[in-house]
């Protein structure tokens, strides 16, 4: 087959308009699975050939993937995917899928997170089992629901019995050191078809309030009981000092190497390292994201990096559709579908 006899289909959101226009980009077929009431937007762009549209994604599933599938439809995931469906339904999925879906449990799984990255030579935040062994500054932060919503800092065991009292019966946070720094996340793309690691792009986060808490006076701050929330509206385009690209490429290769460990296909595709930069350059992660992140939508017509490695707008969308279109042409779908 070649590869116009595929297409390539994904879920109307996050990061589904680079996905999709990158997919034209390359030749392909496209196919946006869409919530009813989402599609002006996938229209407006033109960059879908073909809208589903569900109102409840878990519930029609399967019968949307029987769709896929007669239409040779090689899913893509992204962030909203995975938390729709949850990992286990995701692991259960018929469809073409591209991406390693062992990586998931890995990736869901704060124990089974850390013992990859710390595998991989990664510097991590220090995490308190006990909240009565905090000895500096901590981040709480509150799994599922609450997302960047409602986290706190706390400085000693006090402090942190005092502020827990306000999530009472939430118990699925995890505390962890804070690190004083920059917020950074590396966008990775490595390929198993011509076995490569590239690094796309950085970004750093457009979050409310934390972002704007610095507008007003600390005065002010405390009079008026601010409470520092990370929810997340919008990513920021970055270039780091060049010096630090040899470091970001050995971090790259170590995530790589040891997820090979861990799942036969390891890790390929778009991942992203999110992490804090001290004073000292020193990068801990405090989170991988093992697909395609929100933080590259800013680079639809390529990045900084792309651009001195194509010669055409690279996007990571595009770059994804690369990888399937030259898995196909050199018979190596398999390496890269799941
Ligand atoms: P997360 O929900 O893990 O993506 O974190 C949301 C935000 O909290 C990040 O973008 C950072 O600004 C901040 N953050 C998370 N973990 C830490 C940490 N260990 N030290 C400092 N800031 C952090």
């Given at each position: 087959?070649?590869?116009?006899?595929?297409?390539?289909?994904?879920?109307?959101?996050?990061?589904?308009?680079?996905?999709?226009?990158?997919?034209?980009?390359?030749?392909?077929?496209?196919?946006?699975?869409?919530?009813?009431?989402?599609?002006?937007?996938?229209?407006?762009?033109?960059?879908?050939?073909?809208?589903?549209?569900?109102?409840?994604?878990?519930?029609?599933?399967?019968?949307?993937?029987?769709?896929?599938?007669?239409?040779?439809?090689?899913?893509?995931p992204?962030?909203?995917f995975v938390s729709?469906l949850g990992h286990e339904k995701v692991s259960e999925t018929?469809?073409?899928y591209?991406g390693s879906k062992d990586i998931l449990e890995w990736e869901s799984d704060r124990t089974m997170e850390r013992k990859w990255l710390?595998d991989?030579?990664?510097?991590?935040?220090?995490?308190?089992?006990?909240?009565?062994?905090?000895?500096?500054?901590?981040?709480?932060?509150?799994h599922?629901?609450?997302?960047?919503?409602?986290?706190?800092?706390?400085?000693?065991?006090?402090?942190?019995?005092?502020?827990?009292?306000?999530?009472?019966?939430?118990?699925?946070?995890?505390?962890?050191?804070?690190?004083?720094?920059?917020?950074?996340?590396?966008?990775?793309?490595?390929?198993?078809?011509?076995?490569?690691?590239?690094?796309?792009?950085?970004?750093?986060?457009?979050?409310?309030?934390?972002?704007?808490?610095?507008?007003?006076?600390?005065?002010?701050?405390?009079?008026?009981?601010?409470?520092?929330?990370?929810?997340?509206?919008?990513?920021?385009?970055?270039?780091?000092?060049?010096?630090?690209?040899?470091?970001?490429?050995?971090?790259?290769?170590?995530?790589?190497?040891a997820s090979r460990k861990i799942t036969p296909k390891g890790l390929?595709?778009?991942f992203?390292?999110?992490?804090?930069?001290?004073?000292?350059?020193?990068?801990?992660?405090?989170e991988i994201s093992a697909r395609?992140?929100?933080?590259?939508?800013?680079?639809?017509?390529?990045?900084?990096?792309?651009?001195?490695?194509?010669?055409?707008?690279?996007?990571?969308?595009?770059?994804?559709?690369?990888?399937?279109?030259?898995?196909?042409?050199?018979?190596?779908?398999?390496?890269?579908?799941d």
């Amino acid at each position: 087959m070649n590869f116009q006899d595929y297409a390539i289909a994904t879920i109307g959101s996050h990061t589904a308009l680079q996905i999709l226009k990158g997919a034209k980009q390359e030749g392909f077929k496209t196919i946006c699975v869409c919530q009813r009431g989402r599609e002006r937007v996938y229209e407006s762009y033109k960059v879908a050939d073909e809208i589903i549209l569900f109102d409840d994604l878990k519930a029609e599933y399967d019968e949307i993937e029987k769709q896929l599938i007669e239409k040779n439809a090689i899913m893509i995931p992204h962030g909203t995917f995975v938390s729709v469906l949850g990992h286990e339904k995701v692991s259960e999925t018929k469809a073409m899928y591209y991406g390693s879906k062992d990586i998931l449990e890995w990736e869901s799984d704060r124990t089974m997170e850390r013992k990859w990255l710390k595998d991989a030579g990664l510097k991590l935040p220090k995490i308190f089992e006990n909240h009565k062994d905090i000895d500096r500054p901590v981040i709480i932060k509150f799994h599922g629901a609450h997302g960047g919503k409602g986290y706190f800092i706390a400085n000693t065991p006090a402090e942190f019995e005092e502020r827990i009292k306000d999530y009472e019966g939430d118990d699925d946070y995890v505390i962890q050191e804070y690190i004083v720094g920059v917020p950074l996340y590396a966008h990775y793309f490595y390929s198993p078809v011509n076995d490569e690691l590239e690094i796309m792009s950085f970004d750093k986060r457009y979050e409310s309030n934390a972002d704007s808490i610095g507008r007003i006076a600390a005065k002010d701050q405390i009079e008026v009981g601010i409470q520092t929330s990370y929810t997340i509206t919008g990513n920021i385009p970055l270039v780091v000092r060049e010096s630090l690209l040899p470091y970001f490429f050995e971090l790259g290769d170590g995530v790589v190497d040891a997820s090979r460990k861990i799942t036969p296909k390891g890790l390929f595709g778009s991942f992203c390292l999110e992490g804090i930069v001290d004073t000292n350059l020193n990068y801990y992660v405090f989170e991988i994201s093992a697909r395609i992140v929100a933080g590259t939508n800013p680079f639809i017509n390529g990045s900084p990096y792309t651009d001195l490695r194509y010669d055409e707008p690279m996007s990571t969308g595009r770059r994804i559709a690369r990888d399937i279109k030259e898995g196909i042409e050199q018979n190596k779908l398999d390496l890269i579908i799941d």
